[in-house]
């Protein structure tokens, strides 16, 4: 079984498997890498349906 990855909301830090709460976490990620920039990717994906909102 492959090892996944999930960003904590909470602690902002990346955990090796889900060991928290799922209303703390985002993921499951295939890399360390890519959970630690999930919030980034989340951020910038709100911000451009926000401004596609905007111009409707």
């Known amino acids: 079984m492959a090892t996944e990855y999930w960003f904590n909301t909470e602690t902002h830090e990346v ?3 889900r060991q928290s709460d799922w209303s ?12 630690a920039h999930a919030i980034e990717k ?8 926000d401004e596609e909102d905007e111009q409707r």
């Open 15 to 17: 955990e090796e498997g």
């Open 24 to 35: 703390k976490v985002m993921g499951p990620y295939p890399s360390r890498d890519e959970a």
């Open 42 to 49: 989340a951020k910038a994906r709100a911000k451009a349906w």
